[in-house]
């Protein structure tokens, strides 16, 4: 990721434990990882990312020892995604993809399209984390039909997936 500079050149696998603990909102300290207050363990983080337990123990220490490491990782915090559990709550999701994630306005204009559509918002997160850009919007109710070839028609949409 453009923000880790030159820290993890020529370590890909300390790398990879970097991108996945800021994907996940893993909070750095000292040396020791937490999604929130709960303490993750070596071994359970380098399960997820492919990597043995000494590899993320290495990632961890370079963190905390890093300045500039350290302000990113210091600050980060685990973010809740409604879409997925969306139908269970009597919401619609929709999941947007840019043409262009700098582009300014897309998500005003997708919010423009719903407020016209009388459909009130109940969350909306980007995510610009380096897997490619996404706005993820959660809306009370369903999505008039009518809003849909609309919220396609935005200016920076590539792609629209009602849920």
Do not use: W
Not at 8 to 29: D, E, N
Not at 91 to 102: F, L, N
Not at 125 to 137: E, H, K, P
């Amino acid at each position: 990721m453009e923000f880790f500079g030159d820290h993890f050149s020529g370590y890909p696998s300390q790398q990879k434990v970097a991108s996945t603990l800021l994907a996940c909102g893993i909070r750095v300290m000292n040396g020791h990882a937490f999604c929130g207050d709960i303490e993750q363990g070596d071994s359970a983080i380098g399960r997820a990312c492919g990597v043995d337990r000494r590899v993320v123990r290495s990632t961890l220490e370079r963190i905390s020892s890093t300045p500039e490491l350290d302000a990113i990782f210091s600050k980060a915090r685990p973010t809740l995604s409604m879409v997925d559990m969306a139908p269970e709550m009597g919401c619609s999701s929709i999941v947007i993809t840019p043409t262009d994630a700098k582009l300014p306005g897309i998500l005003a204009n997708i919010t423009e399209v719903l407020f016209r559509a009388n459909v009130s918002v109940r969350q909306a997160m980007v995510d610009d984390s380096g897997n490619g850009a996404v706005l993820q919007v959660v809306a009370y109710g369903k999505i008039p039909p009518e809003a849909i070839p609309e919220l396609r028609s935005c200016r920076g949409v590539s792609s629209v997936l009602i849920k």
